[in-house]
């Protein structure tokens, strides 16, 4: 997990950058794709991996170090296991268990 939030932040700025929203239901709104209010596994995955994309200069699905800006821990990372990490942040995003986020799950710190 310490290794996913740095991540995480980079990723999101890399595919959103200049583009803040401006209240929690507002980012909520960026993930939920089918506009039902809340967002399912799928939709978080898909919007927090579009940074992993944009970095992804060769388009091999693996952040290679040359991909990453300078740091200590510019450590190579696939796709499927920064998937893998989004799902379980996810479940404990999840604090009703419902599935689902809601903008006040969204807002919460991930535990």
């Known amino acids: 997990?310490?290794?996913?939030?740095?991540?995480?932040?980079?990723?999101?700025?890399?595919?959103?950058?200049?583009?803040?929203?401006?209240?929690?239901s507002a980012y909520l709104a960026r993930f939920d794709q089918d506009g039902d209010g809340r967002v399912g596994p799928?939709?978080?995955?898909?919007?927090?991996?579009a940074g992993f994309r944009a970095m992804d200069a060769n388009g091999d699905g693996v952040l290679e170090t040359d991909e990453l800006p300078p740091g200590p821990r510019r450590m190579p990372r696939t796709l499927?296991?920064?998937?893998?990490?989004?799902?379980?942040?996810?479940r404990r995003m999840d604090r009703n268990h419902d599935g689902f986020?809601?903008?006040?799950?969204?807002?919460q710190p991930p535990r």
Do not use: I, K
């Open 80 to 90: 499927a296991a920064f998937q893998a990490d989004l799902r379980a942040q996810f």
């Open 1 to 24: 997990m310490r290794r996913l939030l740095p991540l995480l932040a980079l990723l999101c700025t890399a595919a959103h950058a200049g583009d803040y929203p401006s209240s929690v």
């Open 42 to 49: 799928q939709e978080y995955v898909d919007y927090l991996s």
């Open 101 to 107: 986020l809601n903008a006040r799950e969204m807002a």
